[in-house]
DNA sequence: GCCGTCTGTCATAGG
DNA sequence: AGCCTATGACAGACG
């Protein structure tokens, strides 16, 4: 363990904090538990790169693998593994399902939600949070008491639906389910109470509905995880709404009572208020009973509304997470104005400034949990869509298909649907959103009657921006800016000017270009850094064999001692030719110039060096690194062009050769060679030393001479280390920058994704908004009234008053938990 | 001769 | 304590 203690700190942790610079997880364990055999015996070996080695202790503990602990292959792997894991996780966005459920919830004449009209139908009974409406007070502990709940999910970084949070993203998953289990409609009973609109993501044609609610679902997940500041994996949300829909699905079973509240009790308390659509089957109020602001819309009405104004497509669920929709249209009496008047909150950018270092940052931790993430079902859906725009392609909303949704609107009682479902964040509403003007075209004609207190649980607070919940007015007109857009603009600008910075940086266009393809084409694996400059390593790989496999015949030729050495990979004590005529004169078992599997440390045969374009320039032939065959060439002419002249011409190049430590011992009559000297283990050194009887003064320069050797190979080792080092950086460097390209490119699409989500909700909630009648065919006033979801996944059109004051309770939440 | 690089060596720290 | 490795620093060799 000291050599992975030892590889730790040194070569992951540098590689770790590279990697945490672009939020790039690093989970040593998943290294350490993959138990691949040549990286866990690299790494639990005793020859770690970056391990002190001791060379007589390595002997017989190497067992073949072919990555060499001091191998900058082993950085290979570790890169490998790591980008392989980012291939993994590019597939991990996903288009999330969207619906939307709309309720039209009858109110008190004095504004209250009181329960004084049990005849809507709508009990609000059970978990809903609806079920007592018996005043206002108990509509706040109810949905304190779900905001509680809430604050546990939030706590996970989700603002999630509480219990019956059909039209959360537990819903999604649900809907996914059901539509793979091959249930008709997503939602069970919930569709016959709920109605409203749907839409969904368009899908190829040849997608199925299920497909289609997959990406539907990620795309709501991608916006999710966009705009909440999530600071858990989604899996956590993903199991977790699991388990509520497992819990909600064993209710179901049971026949408990609880589990939403509109299918089941809620369906039989309508039942004698609805009708039933003959062509869905679908239960829509056939009138709203009491209050003058009940609302009555057709079924039919609200169905041609959709489809005329919603271009989700078919089968259309909308995302459903939007915690409630409120809206600040102030005229009653101008319907034209109140079109104008349905501004979304998520195109103004006003509330908060539009945070790109915490988006980017959100961003990036979806990534990394994307990366974690090990199986998706829907994972392939992003990059199962042919090149091109992804998110134009998976995400596109058909703009012209028609919404076969059936539109109910349901009468319930106000209030008690309080719950903060909000598919956005406070942060995400604050979040201004970009808007086409065509999709702004209705300005509140009448600041005045804007409520001022749209919170951020309404839907309002989605589609209007904070000042036009007060002080619109006609001014902000179509051409009212578009704060999203600006922003998304802006965003976008800022992403495309950091990618050509990454391009000046260092990212070579034509990479970018193949990187792209690649990303889009799924392949998404560049482990290939064949175009790096760094590259270098695979060569260096390819020699390295080449002249491990060499070295190997070679050391055969000679000792098993020098054999051993060279498996060991160590940088040895090079042979001199001093050492080969010693050798040969006295038989004994020398130690070859070690082969090592790095030609660049072996330097024995120079020629390999012009494998190492780094080292090409290093023209310095030092004696200890001589390769034996040009030794032998230069020393072993054959012996019948041997003259007098040659033979001295080679002693004095024997002895320019010559180190100085060896050239002291011959000097000296030193009886072994020097490469004996210095790599022999310590137990056989002195063994050799007791075999001769040598003086203090050669005893003294045996020793110097194994310490100076042992030292310079040390020095070469370390200084290769140094350069493997400085290499792995760059390559790293380059890796980064490819990825920051890559993850700039994916923002910018999820940035317009998010954009076309946010309009079609917006759309979508003026539509709906403004084809609301009470029960004397007047249109509600955008400044009395507002749409927000509940917790079952309906759409209810609930006071205004109500609206802010759950929006006021909702604001209130992150601050106090941020206490 | 100067300069940069490579290499060997020493001293030292640490395993 | 002895041995070994790693590494900074230095100096010499070399182009």
């Given at each position: 363990m000291l050599s992975l203690k030892k590889y730790l700190t040194e070569g992951l942790l540098q590689f770790t904090i590279l990697l945490s610079l672009i939020g790039v997880?690093?989970?040593?364990d998943t290294y350490l538990t993959s138990q691949l055999p040549p990286l866990r015996e690299i790494i639990l070996?005793?020859?770690?790169?970056y391990t002190q080695t001791q060379f007589h202790n390595l002997r017989n503990t190497?067992?073949?693998?072919?990555?060499?602990?001091?191998?900058i292959d082993l950085d290979n792997y570790f890169t490998a593994r790591r980008l392989l894991n980012q291939v993994r996780a590019l597939d991990r966005f996903q288009v999330p399902t969207t619906e939307v459920n709309a309720w039209l919830v009858h109110r008190d004449p004095e504004g209250?939600?009181?329960?004084?009209?049990?005849?809507?139908?709508?009990?609000?009974?059970?978990?809903?949070?609806?079920?007592?409406?018996?005043?206002p007070d108990n509509g706040v502990r109810e949905s304190e008491t779900e905001q509680g709940f809430s604050e546990d999910l939030e706590d996970l970084g989700a603002v999630a639906p509480p219990?019956?949070?059909?039209?959360t993203k537990e819903t999604m998953t649900r809907l996914d389910r059901s539509s793979h289990s091959g249930?008709?409609?997503?939602k069970g009973s919930r569709p016959l109470n709920s109605l409203v609109a749907g839409h969904r993501v368009a899908q190829p044609p040849s997608a199925s509905g299920s497909r289609a609610s997959v990406q539907d679902i990620d795309l709501i997940d991608i916006l999710w995880r966009q705009d909440i500041d999530l600071g858990a994996g989604r899996e956590i949300f993903d199991y977790s709404h699991r388990q509520k829909e497992q819990d909600v699905d064993k209710e179901l079973q049971d026949g408990a009572?609880?589990?939403d509240t509109w299918p089941g009790e809620g369906a039989e308390a309508l039942a004698r208020n609805l009708l039933v659509d003959?062509?869905?089957?679908e239960s829509f109020p056939a009138q709203v009973p009491g209050g003058e602001d009940q609302t009555a819309l057709s079924l039919e009405e609200c169905l041609r509304l959709l489809e005329a104004?919603?271009?989700?497509?078919?089968?259309a669920e909308f995302?459903?997470?939007?915690s409630s929709i409120t809206e600040a249209v102030p005229s009653e009496s101008e319907p034209p104005g109140l079109q104008n008047n349905l501004l979304s909150p998520l195109l103004t950018?006003?509330?908060?400034?539009?945070?790109l270092e915490q988006q980017w940052q959100d961003l990036m931790s979806i990534m990394e949990m994307q990366a974690m993430?090990?199986?998706?079902?829907?994972?392939?859906i992003l990059y199962n869509?042919?090149?091109?725009d992804p998110l134009s392609t998976?995400?596109?909303?058909?703009?012209?298909?028609?919404?076969n949704q059936n539109v109910s609107l349901h009468q319930a009682s106000l209030g008690?649907?309080?719950?903060?479902?909000?598919?956005?964040s406070p942060e995400v509403e604050s979040l201004p959103v970009a808007s086409s003007s065509t999709l702004l075209?209705?300005?509140?004609?009448?600041?005045?009657?804007?409520?001022?207190?749209?919170?951020?649980?309404?839907l309002s607070g989605l589609f209007f921006p904070p000042q036009l919940n007060g002080?619109?007015?006609?001014?902000?007109?179509?051409?009212?800016?578009?704060p999203l857009g600006g922003l998304l603009d802006e965003a976008m600008l800022d992403e495309i000017s950091l990618m050509d910075l990454a391009i000046e940086e260092g990212f070579n266009p034509v990479q970018a270009s193949q990187l792209e393809e690649e990303f889009d084409s799924d392949?998404?694996?560049?482990?290939?850094?064949?175009?790096?400059?760094?590259?270098?390593s695979s060569s260096e790989g390819s020699s390295s064999s080449s002249s491990s496999s060499s070295s190997s015949s070679s050391s055969s030729a000679s000792s098993s001692a020098s054999s051993s050495f060279s498996e060991e990979g160590a940088v040895g004590y090079s042979s001199d030719s001093e050492t080969l005529d010693l050798e040969e004169a006295e038989g004994a078992v020398g130690y070859q110039p070690e082969y090592s599997k790095f030609c660049r440390m072996s330097?024995?045969?120079?020629?390999?060096?012009?494998?190492l374009p780094y080292l090409e320039h290093v023209g310095h032939n030092h004696t200890y690194n001589m390769a034996p065959s040009a030794l032998d060439s230069a020393d072993l002419p054959p012996p019948s062009t041997l003259k007098k002249g040659s033979k001295e011409k080679q002693a004095d190049f024997l002895d320019k050769q010559m180190s100085r430590d060896e050239h002291r011992a011959r000097a000296m009559k030193i009886p072994f060679t020097n490469d004996k000297i210095i790599n022999l283990p310590v137990e056989e050194f002195n063994e050799l030393l007791s075999k001769y009887q040598l003086s203090e003064a050669q005893l003294s320069l045996i020793r110097d001479i194994r310490r100076r050797g042992k030292n310079k190979m040390a020095a070469q080792n370390c200084r290769k280390r140094k350069l493997d080092t400085i290499l792995n950086l760059e390559r790293d460097v380059e890796d980064l920058q490819r990825d920051k390209a890559r993850l700039l490119r994916e923002k910018v699409e999820f940035l317009r994704s998010l954009r076309q989500m946010k309009q079609k909700v917006q759309s979508l909630y003026q539509e709906v908004f403004g084809r609301l009648r009470d029960e004397n065919g007047r249109p509600y006033s955008p400044s009395q009234y507002a749409l927000q979801y509940a917790g079952d996944g309906s759409v209810l059109l609930i006071p205004r008053t109500l609206a802010d004051q759950q929006a006021r309770r909702q604001e209130r939440k992150p601050k106090d938990r941020r206490k």
């Open positions: 997880r690093v989970d040593v070996g005793p020859s770690s790169a190497l067992d073949g693998y072919g990555i060499h602990p001091k191998s209250s939600v009181s329960g004084s009209q049990p005849s809507s139908g709508l009990a609000l009974e059970s978990s809903s949070g609806l079920q007592d409406v018996t005043g219990v019956s949070g059909d039209l249930g008709g409609h997503a009572e609880q589990e003959g062509e869905t089957g104004t919603c271009p989700f497509g078919e089968n995302p459903a997470d939007i950018g006003t509330e908060s400034p539009f945070d993430e090990v199986n998706t079902s829907t994972s392939e869509a042919p090149p091109g998976n995400y596109s909303l058909a703009p012209n298909t028609p919404i008690g649907c309080s719950q903060d479902f909000s598919l956005f075209p209705l300005v509140p004609s009448n600041s005045t009657s804007l409520n001022s207190t749209f919170g951020s649980t309404n002080t619109a007015n006609d001014t902000a007109g179509p051409e009212l800016p578009d392949s998404g694996l560049s482990l290939d850094s064949s175009h790096s400059p760094s590259s270098l330097y024995q045969d120079p020629s390999q060096l012009s494998c």
